[in-house]
């Protein structure tokens, strides 16, 4: 089994940065994929980033790409997502997620550790 807990959510103007952290616990060596899903209210959980580190790839929505870095501390079993230049569309919940292999990192299905999420708040 395999923990996940998310921090750094909160409010924020747009413009603004923020950096959530998911902390990994439990069997963390079975988990190559950890991914970042978002659910704005009344919306479908969408994915934002996934970091694969058996291939060393990341990957990013079209929507985030270039404001949104995902990057892991394998020390401390943690990834992080670097948010930057936040738009109120950002507004949602965060997920962390993080699954065995992803050979689709951008379908919900393939993760099976899921976190309770970190708000995150942007205003105009």
């Known amino acids: 089994q395999v923990q996940l807990v998310e921090s750094g959510g909160g409010s924020v103007q747009a413009g603004g940065s923020l950096r959530l952290a998911c902390a990994a616990s439990g069997y963390t060596g079975s988990t190559k994929c950890k991914a970042w899903f978002r659910q704005a209210p009344g919306k479908e959980r969408d994915w934002v980033a996934v970091l694969n580190s058996g291939s060393g790839r990341t990957y990013y929505a079209d929507s985030v790409k270039g404001r949104i870095t995902i990057a892991q501390d394998n020390a401390k079993n943690t990834v992080y997502l670097q948010m930057n230049n936040l738009e109120p569309s950002g507004t949602a919940m965060y997920y962390c997620?993080?699954?065995?292999?992803?050979?689709?990192?951008?379908?919900?299905?393939?993760?099976?550790?899921w976190g309770q999420g970190t708000q995150v708040t942007v205003s105009s």
């Open positions: 997620a993080a699954a065995g292999d992803c050979p689709r990192p951008w379908q919900k299905y393939v993760y099976n550790y």
